[in-house]
């Protein structure tokens, strides 16, 4: 099966919490990463989503970055929240 990996930018304003992240992240502009795989036998090649990611700065220091796997409604309800700015994101990360 192939997979292909998507790549976005998303901004909060404002600090925010992500289930995935379990401490407030501050705020900034942070990359999303979504793997997808190749769904084979169809007539066109549709893809489904396996996983979503965000890398994020790590728990102890502003030199380490972490990759967390989130979930894309989680993201895009803390997204909604943080305020109008980037609905364009929200929509990518579904």
């Known amino acids: 099966m192939g997979v292909r990996t998507r790549r976005h930018k998303v901004t909060f304003n404002n600090p ?3 289930e995935a992240a379990s401490r407030k992240l501050p705020a900034g502009t942070y990359e ?35 990759m967390l796997t989130v ?17 364009d994101a929200a929509a990518r990360a579904r």
């Open 16 to 18: 925010f919490m992500l």
């Open 32 to 66: 999303v990463v979504t793997d997808e795989e190749l769904i084979e036998g169809l007539s066109c090649p549709p893809y489904r989503r396996v996983a979503t990611m965000m890398i994020a700065p790590g728990p102890t220091s502003s030199s380490t970055t972490e």
């Open 71 to 87: 979930d894309p409604s989680d993201l895009t309800v803390a997204l909604a929240r943080d305020g109008p700015a980037d609905v």
